[in-house]
Protein backbone atom coordinates (compact mmCIF):
# COMPACT_ATOMS: atom_id res chain seq x y z
CA UNK A 1 0.00 0.00 0.00
CA UNK A 2 3.09 2.73 0.85
CA UNK A 3 4.75 1.59 -2.67
CA UNK A 4 1.52 2.30 -4.60
CA UNK A 5 0.97 5.94 -2.70
CA UNK A 6 4.59 6.59 -3.80
CA UNK A 7 3.40 5.77 -7.36
CA UNK A 8 0.48 7.95 -7.21
CA UNK A 9 2.64 11.12 -6.12
CA UNK A 10 5.17 10.43 -9.00
CA UNK A 11 2.85 10.28 -11.57
CA UNK A 12 0.73 13.65 -10.80
CA UNK A 13 3.73 16.00 -11.83
CA UNK A 14 3.97 14.18 -14.94
CA UNK A 15 0.41 14.32 -15.83
CA UNK A 16 0.29 17.92 -15.46
CA UNK A 17 3.38 18.25 -17.51
CA UNK A 18 2.19 16.69 -20.50
CA UNK A 19 -1.47 17.31 -20.96
CA UNK A 20 -3.09 20.56 -19.44
CA UNK A 21 0.18 22.62 -19.34
CA UNK A 22 -0.03 22.44 -23.43
CA UNK A 23 -2.88 25.05 -23.83
CA UNK A 24 -1.68 26.99 -20.74
CA UNK A 25 -2.64 30.83 -20.54
CA UNK A 26 -4.01 30.55 -24.64
CA UNK A 27 -5.90 33.20 -25.97
CA UNK A 28 -6.99 33.20 -29.40
CA UNK A 29 -8.14 36.54 -31.25
CA UNK A 30 -8.70 38.48 -34.35
CA UNK A 31 -8.22 41.34 -36.36
CA UNK A 32 -8.94 42.36 -40.12
CA UNK A 33 -8.26 45.47 -42.21
CA UNK A 34 -9.88 46.69 -45.50
CA UNK A 35 -9.68 49.05 -47.70
CA UNK A 36 -11.90 50.73 -51.02
CA UNK A 37 -10.07 49.96 -54.57
CA UNK A 38 -10.75 51.98 -57.62
CA UNK A 39 -12.14 49.45 -60.37
CA UNK A 40 -9.67 49.40 -63.45
CA UNK A 41 -10.63 46.88 -65.85
CA UNK A 42 -14.32 45.79 -67.48
CA UNK A 43 -15.23 42.77 -68.35
CA UNK A 44 -17.92 42.53 -70.59
CA UNK A 45 -19.81 39.38 -72.30
CA UNK A 46 -22.21 39.60 -75.48
CA UNK A 47 -23.50 36.57 -77.33
CA UNK A 48 -24.33 36.22 -80.87
CA UNK A 49 -27.91 34.54 -81.23
CA UNK A 50 -29.41 33.14 -84.34
CA UNK A 51 -32.75 31.19 -85.21
CA UNK A 52 -33.54 28.99 -88.51
CA UNK A 53 -35.70 26.22 -89.60
CA UNK A 54 -32.52 24.22 -89.74
CA UNK A 55 -29.54 23.93 -87.68
CA UNK A 56 -27.07 24.80 -90.12
CA UNK A 57 -28.93 27.82 -91.41
CA UNK A 58 -29.14 29.22 -87.73
CA UNK A 59 -25.53 28.29 -86.97
CA UNK A 60 -24.51 30.15 -90.19
CA UNK A 61 -26.12 33.18 -89.08
CA UNK A 62 -24.35 33.47 -85.64
CA UNK A 63 -20.88 32.79 -87.27
CA UNK A 64 -21.72 35.66 -89.63
CA UNK A 65 -22.44 37.53 -86.55
CA UNK A 66 -19.41 36.69 -84.91
CA UNK A 67 -16.94 37.27 -87.42
CA UNK A 68 -18.36 41.06 -87.58
CA UNK A 69 -18.04 41.42 -83.96
CA UNK A 70 -14.24 39.91 -84.36
CA UNK A 71 -13.36 41.78 -87.37
CA UNK A 72 -14.39 45.23 -85.45
CA UNK A 73 -11.88 43.90 -82.81
CA UNK A 74 -8.62 43.41 -84.57
CA UNK A 75 -8.07 47.04 -85.01
CA UNK A 76 -7.89 47.27 -80.88
CA UNK A 77 -4.98 46.99 -79.61
CA UNK A 78 -6.09 47.52 -75.42
CA UNK A 79 -8.75 44.95 -75.47
CA UNK A 80 -8.53 41.08 -74.86
CA UNK A 81 -11.36 38.66 -76.94
CA UNK A 82 -12.41 35.45 -76.41
CA UNK A 83 -15.34 33.46 -77.58
CA UNK A 84 -17.25 31.04 -75.30
CA UNK A 85 -19.61 28.85 -75.28
CA UNK A 86 -21.12 27.55 -78.22
CA UNK A 87 -25.21 25.96 -77.61
CA UNK A 88 -27.14 24.66 -80.32
CA UNK A 89 -31.03 23.49 -79.37
CA UNK A 90 -34.30 22.70 -80.78
CA UNK A 91 -37.60 24.96 -80.59
CA UNK A 92 -40.86 23.46 -79.94
CA UNK A 93 -44.77 23.80 -81.31
CA UNK A 94 -46.71 21.67 -80.46
CA UNK A 95 -44.38 19.05 -78.92
CA UNK A 96 -42.53 19.30 -82.56
CA UNK A 97 -39.56 20.50 -83.58
CA UNK A 98 -40.58 23.78 -84.97
CA UNK A 99 -36.80 25.02 -85.49
CA UNK A 100 -33.01 25.82 -84.01
CA UNK A 101 -31.63 28.16 -81.89
CA UNK A 102 -27.78 28.86 -82.12
CA UNK A 103 -25.65 31.12 -79.78
CA UNK A 104 -22.42 31.58 -79.20
CA UNK A 105 -20.62 33.96 -76.55
CA UNK A 106 -17.92 36.24 -76.62
CA UNK A 107 -16.17 38.23 -73.65
CA UNK A 108 -14.23 41.03 -73.74
CA UNK A 109 -11.75 42.73 -71.10
CA UNK A 110 -9.89 45.96 -70.82
CA UNK A 111 -8.58 48.60 -68.48
CA UNK A 112 -9.25 50.92 -71.25
CA UNK A 113 -12.48 51.09 -70.50
CA UNK A 114 -14.16 54.40 -72.10
CA UNK A 115 -12.40 52.32 -75.44
CA UNK A 116 -14.21 49.09 -74.12
CA UNK A 117 -17.68 50.74 -73.87
CA UNK A 118 -17.59 52.19 -77.41
CA UNK A 119 -17.00 49.25 -78.80
CA UNK A 120 -19.61 47.51 -76.73
CA UNK A 121 -22.01 49.77 -77.89
CA UNK A 122 -20.91 49.27 -81.78
CA UNK A 123 -21.39 45.85 -81.29
CA UNK A 124 -24.87 45.74 -79.90
CA UNK A 125 -25.95 46.19 -83.71
CA UNK A 126 -25.24 42.66 -83.59
CA UNK A 127 -24.37 41.17 -80.29
CA UNK A 128 -26.43 41.23 -77.11
CA UNK A 129 -24.79 42.35 -74.07
CA UNK A 130 -25.27 39.95 -70.78
CA UNK A 131 -23.26 40.76 -67.83
CA UNK A 132 -20.89 43.98 -67.61
CA UNK A 133 -18.40 43.50 -64.31
CA UNK A 134 -16.08 45.55 -63.09
CA UNK A 135 -12.61 44.60 -61.09
CA UNK A 136 -9.18 45.65 -60.26
CA UNK A 137 -6.19 44.03 -61.93
CA UNK A 138 -4.48 40.73 -60.00
CA UNK A 139 -1.57 43.38 -59.62
CA UNK A 140 -3.03 46.47 -57.76
CA UNK A 141 -4.78 43.77 -55.65
CA UNK A 142 -1.82 42.10 -54.64
CA UNK A 143 -0.59 45.38 -53.54
CA UNK A 144 -3.27 46.84 -51.41
CA UNK A 145 -3.49 42.89 -49.96
CA UNK A 146 -0.06 43.21 -49.05
CA UNK A 147 -0.29 46.90 -47.67
CA UNK A 148 -3.63 45.69 -45.76
CA UNK A 149 -1.33 42.41 -44.20
CA UNK A 150 1.42 44.91 -42.85
CA UNK A 151 -1.70 46.83 -41.75
CA UNK A 152 -3.37 43.91 -39.88
CA UNK A 153 0.15 42.35 -38.43
CA UNK A 154 0.48 45.67 -36.78
CA UNK A 155 -2.88 45.55 -34.90
CA UNK A 156 -2.77 41.74 -34.35
CA UNK A 157 0.45 42.25 -32.26
CA UNK A 158 -1.09 45.47 -30.72
CA UNK A 159 -4.19 43.31 -29.82
CA UNK A 160 -2.48 40.88 -28.31
CA UNK A 161 0.00 43.11 -26.60
CA UNK A 162 -2.90 44.53 -24.98
CA UNK A 163 -4.35 41.48 -23.81
CA UNK A 164 -1.08 40.81 -21.86
CA UNK A 165 -1.35 43.61 -20.21
CA UNK A 166 -4.85 43.30 -18.94
CA UNK A 167 -4.10 39.78 -17.68
CA UNK A 168 -0.42 40.85 -16.11
CA UNK A 169 1.57 38.73 -18.03
CA UNK A 170 5.16 39.02 -18.62
CA UNK A 171 5.65 38.29 -22.45
CA UNK A 172 3.29 36.77 -25.24
CA UNK A 173 4.35 34.72 -28.33
CA UNK A 174 2.45 34.14 -31.22
CA UNK A 175 1.22 30.17 -31.24
CA UNK A 176 0.20 30.10 -34.98
CA UNK A 177 -1.33 32.73 -38.00
CA UNK A 178 -3.47 32.26 -40.37
CA UNK A 179 -3.91 35.10 -42.96
CA UNK A 180 -7.15 35.48 -45.06
CA UNK A 181 -7.84 37.70 -48.02
CA UNK A 182 -11.46 38.22 -49.82
CA UNK A 183 -12.61 41.02 -52.50
CA UNK A 184 -16.54 42.43 -51.97
CA UNK A 185 -17.66 43.37 -55.51
CA UNK A 186 -20.37 45.76 -56.47
CA UNK A 187 -22.93 45.19 -58.15
CA UNK A 188 -22.90 46.93 -61.25
CA UNK A 189 -24.88 50.27 -61.31
CA UNK A 190 -28.64 50.09 -62.91
CA UNK A 191 -27.40 52.76 -65.40
CA UNK A 192 -25.14 50.71 -66.89
CA UNK A 193 -27.34 47.47 -66.93
CA UNK A 194 -30.53 49.16 -68.45
CA UNK A 195 -27.70 50.68 -71.54
CA UNK A 196 -26.93 47.10 -71.66
CA UNK A 197 -30.50 46.25 -73.02
CA UNK A 198 -30.58 48.76 -75.95
CA UNK A 199 -33.56 48.41 -78.75
CA UNK A 200 -32.39 48.71 -82.21
CA UNK A 201 -33.39 52.18 -81.80
CA UNK A 202 -30.89 52.92 -79.63
CA UNK A 203 -28.06 51.08 -80.69
CA UNK A 204 -25.97 54.10 -81.53
CA UNK A 205 -26.09 54.93 -78.12
CA UNK A 206 -23.03 54.83 -75.94
CA UNK A 207 -23.27 52.71 -72.73
CA UNK A 208 -23.51 54.72 -69.95
CA UNK A 209 -21.13 52.94 -67.21
CA UNK A 210 -19.68 53.95 -63.78
CA UNK A 211 -16.76 51.59 -62.13
CA UNK A 212 -17.16 52.28 -58.69
CA UNK A 213 -14.75 50.72 -56.25
CA UNK A 214 -14.36 46.97 -54.62
CA UNK A 215 -13.35 46.36 -50.90
CA UNK A 216 -10.45 44.32 -50.23
CA UNK A 217 -10.57 42.83 -46.73
CA UNK A 218 -7.66 40.84 -44.93
CA UNK A 219 -8.50 38.88 -41.65
CA UNK A 220 -6.07 37.55 -39.25
CA UNK A 221 -6.59 34.53 -36.91
CA UNK A 222 -4.26 33.79 -34.51
CA UNK A 223 -3.87 32.49 -31.14
CA UNK A 224 -1.02 33.79 -28.82
CA UNK A 225 0.17 32.02 -25.39
CA UNK A 226 0.77 34.43 -22.24
CA UNK A 227 3.93 34.09 -20.42
Known amino acids: MW ?13 W ?61 NIASKTLNYRTFPKYNHQEISGWQVEQ ?4 ESSKI ?16 VNMKY ?9 EENRLIEEA ?12 KQLGAKNFHIVKLQIDSQDRYQNLPRSATMSAR ?12 RAGTQTVIVNINGEIELE
Open 17 to 77: ATSPMESYNRVHLSVSASSELENNQLTVRLVARAEAKTAAKAAAKVNEKMQWALSKLDSEQ
Open 105 to 108: GLEL
Open 114 to 129: ETLTAITSELQGGLDV
Open 135 to 143: HSSTQARRL
Open 198 to 209: TTAAEQDTQTAV
Open 153 to 164: IVAFNQRADLIR
Open 3 to 15: IRTVFLILLTPLV
